[in-house]
Every structure is written in structure tokens, then in C-alpha cells.
């Protein structure tokens, strides 16, 4: 079956201007996350869903930062005026709900880039 | 504040020889500890580990938690070049998020 898919891989964009990053989970998998790795350092939680609300949404950095999955499967993460600071591999990562914690996968990731 | 250190940060070997990575961590509302290898983008599932003193194996890999002194290693055995990747150590939180708390990871290079 599929992985967990993310596009673009590669945004190139300026300071300023809005962009969207879109996660594909695996199906049928009800919890959805994202993360943002910056360069030499490990993956920092941004947002959870279970389903399609947003569970805890503590890791966002401010309020340019926005995330939706309004039907329970693609989730969508928008950054608003994105700053050069913004740069970093956005990852995305998928696990099916059960009672115990299950592993989370990885997507390739979106590497952002603001110029 | 909940806090996952790896050491070393960068690691230089030689094929065959055997690795040892470190995790130690700080964190209130333990579930468990992950181990993934990150080659490109993808982390890529290695092991969970929940008990103290019970070593998960998986071919020339391994890996042991301590939950008393609130560290886990990682260890490769007769490394190749394929090994060579960052390591990343994760903790699992008992909370509705389940969500993970990351090292900075281990970058290992193997030279043939």
C-alpha cells in the first residue's frame, strides 16, 4: 500500500508570501501530525489531528501558521507571510487510533525555502 | 520542559566496526522511546522500546532501555555504508497527542 505522501517536495518562495503544504496519510489512518525539522536538528511537533479536528495545536510557532483536514484524510498545513526563518523540511506523519500508541509514519517531507 | 539529548552529534567509522548511539532524556508523562534512521527526508521506523532491560534486535541493530537512569542506546554491529544515515531518538508522551519530543539526532557516516 501507499505511504504517506506530501507536495510539493521542493517550495522556493519570498518573504511575505503564502504558501500551502499538502499531507496525503496513509488510509484509514485517523491521526495525522506535523512536524518542522530545521537543518541539524531533529523533527519539532507542530499539530495533531484525530480525525478531523485539530486535537493540540501547542507546537504552532504564532499565528501565521494554520493547518486543516476537513474531511478526516489530506490535511492541509498554510503558512501566512512566511518569513526567512520559516525555512525547514515540514514533515508529515500518519498513525491509525487505537488504545496504545501506535508508531507514526513519516512522509517525505516538503522543504521549504524562503528567499 | 521536555528535553531528548543524543550523543554524539556526529559519529565517523569504518566498515565493521560496531556502533554504540546515545539518548538520554527528560520528560514528564513517559509512554516510550523510538529509534528511527533518516536517509534522505523520511524517518523510518527502527524500534519501540517501553521496558527497562529488555533489548529489541533486529539483524546487526539493537537497542535497550534504562528507565531508571532515563537513557537508551542504540547499537550497530559490523556496520556497512548503507548504515551511514542520521539516527534520531524520539519519546512518546501520555497524552491525547501521543505526539513525539526529538533528539537532534546522531549523524553516523560509514567509510569503506
Known amino acids: 500500500g501507499a505511504g504517506v505522501s506530501q507536495t510539493p517536495s521542493n517550495k522556493v518562495t519570498e518573504k511575505g508570501k503564502y504558501v500551502e503544504l499538502r499531507c496525503d496519510p496513509i488510509?484509514?489512518?485517523?491521526?495525522l501530525y506535523w512536524y518542522r525539522q530545521s537543518l541539524g536538528q531533529g523533527p519539532e511537533f507542530l499539530i495533531y489531528?484525530?480525525?478531523?479536528?485539530?486535537?493540540?495545536d501547542s507546537g504552532l510557532p504564532n499565528d501565521r501558521f494554520f493547518a486543516v483536514r476537513p474531511e478526516g484524510s489530506v490535511s492541509t498545513l498554510k503558512i501566512q507571510r512566511t518569513e526567512r526563518g520559516d525555512s525547514a523540511v515540514y514533515l508529515c506523519?500518519?498513525?491509525?487510533?487505537?488504545?496504545?500508541?501506535?508508531?507514526?509514519?513519516f512522509g517525505p517531507g516538503t522543504r521549504l525555502t524562503v528567499l | 520542559e521536555d528535553k531528548v539529548v543524543q550523543s554524539p552529534l556526529s559519529l565517523v567509522v569504518h566498515e565493521g566496526d560496531t556502533v554504540t548511539l546515545n539518548c538520554s532524556y527528560e520528560v514528564t508523562n513517559f509512554r516510550s522511546l523510538l529509534w528511527y534512521k533518516q536517509e534522505k527526508k523520511a524517518p523510518t521506523f527502527l524500534f519501540m522500546l517501553?521496558?527497562?532491560?529488555i533489548e529489541k534486535k533486529s539483524g546487526r541493530l539493537s537497542s535497550i532501555l534504562d528507565k531508571k537512569e532515563l537513557f537508551s542506546i542504540l547499537n550497530i554491529t559490523a556496520t556497512q555504508t548503507g548504515d551511514s544515515a542520521v539516527y534520531l531518538c524520539?519519546?512518546?508522551?501520555?497524552?491525547?497527542?501521543?505526539?513525539?519530543?526529538f533528539g537532534q539526532g546522531t549523524r553516523l557516516t560509514i567509510n569503506p
Open positions: 488510509s484509514g489512518h485517523t491521526a
Open positions: 524520539a519519546v512518546a508522551l501520555i497524552q491525547g497527542a501521543q505526539k513525539l519530543v
Open positions: 517501553t521496558s527497562s532491560g
Open positions: 489531528f484525530q480525525g478531523t479536528g485539530a486535537a493540540d
Open positions: 506523519a500518519s498513525s491509525p487510533r487505537t488504545v496504545t500508541y501506535n508508531e507514526q509514519f
